[in-house]
Structure formats: C-alpha cells, structure tokens
C-alpha cells in the first residue's frame, strides 16, 4: 500500500495597497487548514478549474475583491496532516476596495513587508515565500 500523501494545487494573490502593504487574511479558529495563523487570500483549485479562474474565485470570496491576476510571482510548497500542497501565488496588483471578509477569516491586516518576516503566526513557509519574492523584485 502506497502511503505517500497526495499534492494537491493551490493558489494565492499578492495584493497591495497604495502603501505598498500586503493583504494577509486571519483564518478563523475552527479553520482546518492553520486555524488562527496569518496567510495570503486563495485556497484550493475547483475540480477542472483553470488557475487563473480559481485564484479570481477565491479573492473574491474571501475579500469581496475582484482582481485581474498578473504575473505568477512565484510558488511554496507545505504539507497538511493529508496532503501536500503546492501553492502557486499570483501578483494580485495593488488594490483601492474594502474587504468584507468571508466566514473562513476572522480579520485582514495590510503589512510592511519588515512587520510579516516578524510574525509568529505567518507560516514559514509563507515568510520564505516573501523574502524570495522581496529579493527579486
């Protein structure tokens, strides 16, 4: 019997506002992905669901925001207790619009990149993501 954990494909935005801070998204406490931890807007693709369609989908649920994907800026990968995750995370460009979060997040912050590398409910796996993502561009 093969236990090796199967990948799935996720996909998250960079948003920023006229600050040049990032949106992070507090996920709520019965979350079963991180509950209580920091990270980026997205989630997992819809059964035959192209990237750019699923990344649209899941800002938009999960802020109320409506974004144009641009570029990807670059990917992660984690593992959860079932799976593995590779995580592709789109520059969601800089956003002017409230967030009305969905039911999965208990709060939004916009935040200097110096303040994220601080954090200890950032997954690392996120904080590696934007020192790299920070060097490059």
Avoid: C, Q
Avoid at 34 to 43: E, S, V
Avoid at 92 to 117: C, D, P, Q
Avoid at 121 to 136: C, G, N, V
């Amino acid at each position: 019997m093969n236990l090796e954990k199967p990948y799935i494909i996720s996909v998250y935005a960079i948003l920023r506002n006229e600050k040049g801070e990032f949106l992070l998204l507090k996920r709520s406490e019965n979350s079963h992905t991180n509950p209580g931890k920091w990270d980026l807007p997205g989630g997992k693709l819809s059964p035959m669901e192209a990237l750019e369609d699923a990344i649209v989908r899941e800002v938009w649920e999960e802020t109320g925001i409506s974004i144009v994907p641009g570029k990807i800026a670059g990917y992660t990968t984690f593992e959860l207790p079932e799976k593995k995750v590779i995580a592709i995370v789109y520059n969601g460009g800089y956003v002017v619009a409230n967030v009305k979060l969905s039911y999965e997040h208990m709060e939004y912050a916009w935040t200097s990149f110096e303040r994220i590398l601080e954090m200890d409910t950032l997954p690392d796996y996120f904080k590696e993501f934007f020192k790299k993502f920070m060097a490059e561009n």
